[in-house]
């Protein structure tokens, strides 16, 4: 069911998290995009991005395992340079997604260390991505620590979960 009516359905903004945004988060920035572009065109996204939790990584370009899986899924316009989450985005996001039970965690925390410094506004949800698939629950395991066939399963997985998450927010093929 459509979170959102079609007489309030403004621009959303997501913002996809995970520990070092190399691999899984990036990912998940590019194929929503393109999920969106194809499954609802009409759709009006205000921002897509995504962070880590950790700042190991700032300034890196994604996993060249990454960008090569997505290249391969027709995804040949996507760049981008990781960055570390920040309290702010909080309240510049309507959703914060979480690949993972670790980073849905250490999300919920900073969202409470937040939540003081906002008067007035709102905070951002903080979700599980793999909530928006066939299971409750499934996580986006790391794949940076294999193969490459762990960044195959993660983008499957981002195929299931962007549609999903395009439903609940806005309906059956964004008609709501």
Same mark, same amino acid.
């Not at 969106?36 to 759709?43: L, N």
């Given at each position: 069911?459509?979170? #959102?009516? !079609? !007489?309030?359905? @403004?621009?959303? @903004?997501?913002?996809?998290? $995970?520990? =070092? %945004?190399? $691999?899984?988060?990036?990912? !998940?920035?590019? /194929? ?19 962070? =880590? ?10 996993? +060249? #395992? ?6 391969? %899924? ?6 981008? +340079?990781?960055?570390?989450?920040? *309290?702010?985005?909080?309240? $510049? ?9 670790? %980073?849905? #965690? ?17 905070? !951002? #949800? ?6 928006? =698939? %066939?299971?409750?629950? +499934? +996580? ?12 195959? /399963? ?11 998450? *395009? ?10």
């Amino acid at each position: 069911m459509s979170t #959102r009516s !079609a !007489a309030t359905q @403004s621009p959303i @903004s997501v913002l996809f998290v $995970c520990l =070092g %945004n190399i $691999c899984r988060s990036p990912m !998940a920035e590019a /194929v929503f995009r393109h999920a969106v572009h194809k499954q609802s065109p009409d759709f009006r996204i205000a921002t897509v991005d995504s962070a =880590g939790t950790s700042g190991y990584n700032i300034g890196n370009d994604p996993d +060249e #395992r990454t960008m090569a899986v997505l290249e391969e %899924n027709g995804i040949v316009d996507y760049s981008h +340079e990781a960055r570390k989450i920040k *309290i702010s985005d909080f309240t $510049c996001f309507d959703y914060i997604v979480a690949m993972d039970q670790s %980073n849905l #965690r250490d999300l919920r925390a900073l969202r409470q260390r937040a939540a003081p410094k906002v008067t007035g506004g709102k905070l !951002a #949800r903080v979700v599980l991505f793999g909530d928006y =698939g %066939n299971r409750k629950g +499934e +996580e986006v395991i790391d794949p940076w620590y294999g193969d490459r066939h762990g960044f195959e /399963v993660a983008y499957e997985q981002m195929i299931r979960f962007s549609h999903g998450f *395009i439903e609940a927010v806005l309906g059956p093929r964004g008609e709501k």
